[in-house]
Nanobody, 115 residues
Framework: QVQLVESGGGLVQPGGSLRLSCAASGSIFNINTMYWYRQAPGTQRDWVATITSDSVTNYADSVMGRFTISRPNAKNTVYLQMNSLKPEDTAVYYC?????????WGQGIQVTVSS
């Protein structure tokens, strides 16, 4: 049984910052990839960022240069540092873990960017 728990969301003003965390527990293999996605109301779930077990990263164009994904030390925890936030970043953010055994999702956490 794999569980993913996200934390760190909330309300922030435009231009502000937030850091999301996703802690994975259970039957996690050493070689895995972790992702962040987001879904705004009435839209599809969109990919935001990826980090491999070797810490290779990739970002959607919409967040490039503003968001940073990392997994320091504790390889089963992934962070998403979000800077220069915009109202269009408002969404429910989801963590995803991909291993040889399958794909797992967190429950999602709300991020609202508004003045």
């Amino acid at each position: 049984q794999v569980q993913l728990v996200e934390s760190g969301g909330g309300l922030v003003q435009p231009g502000g910052s937030l850091r999301l965390s996703c802690a994975a527990s259970g039957s996690i293999f050493n070689i895995n990839t972790m992702y962040w996605y987001r879904q705004a109301p009435g839209t599809q779930r969109d990919w935001v960022a990826t980090i491999t077990s070797d810490s290779v990263t990739n970002y959607a164009d919409s967040v490039m240069g503003r968001f940073t994904i990392s997994r320091p030390n504790a390889k089963n925890t992934v962070y998403l540092q979000m800077n220069s936030l915009k109202p269009e970043d408002t969404a429910v953010y989801y963590c995803r873990l991909r291993t040889v055994a399958g794909n797992y999702w967190g429950q999602g956490i709300q991020v609202t960017v508004s003045s």
